[in-house]
């Protein structure tokens, strides 16, 4: 049985295989493709859509509690060109 996860975009549940995984490295949001890098993790849809909700409501700061300002510029640009 696989593991529940909530987008953070959407806020919808579903199983973890379905959904990307997001960490903090070196304070820029890096996509973790196989879900084994360190650290808190966020997880959302490889939507575009909710992609996008997550920034604009800033959603990933919150889920992984850093308190600064992320660096999201790398992490748009690699989905992006995945999308």
Same mark, same amino acid.
Do not use: I
């Given at each position: 049985?696989? +593991?529940? @996860?909530?987008?953070?975009?959407? $806020?919808?549940? #579903?199983?973890?295989? !379905?959904? =990307? &995984?997001?960490?903090?490295? %070196? ?10 890098? +360190?650290? @808190?993790?966020?997880?959302?849809? $490889?939507?575009? #859509?909710?992609?996008? !909700?997550? =920034? &604009?409501?800033?959603?990933? %700061? ?18 992006? $060109?995945?999308?």
């Amino acid at each position: 049985m696989d +593991p529940v @996860r909530t987008c953070v975009g959407c $806020r919808a549940r #579903a199983p973890r295989s !379905a959904l =990307l &995984r997001v960490v903090v490295q %070196g304070g820029s949001l890096v996509a973790d493709e196989k879900a084994v890098l +360190p650290g @808190r993790g966020a997880w959302v849809h $490889r939507t575009d #859509a909710c992609v996008q !909700a997550a =920034l &604009r409501r800033r959603a990933f %700061g919150r889920a992984l509690r850093v308190s600064s300002d992320l660096d999201t510029q790398t992490f748009q640009e690699t989905h992006q $060109r995945k999308g």
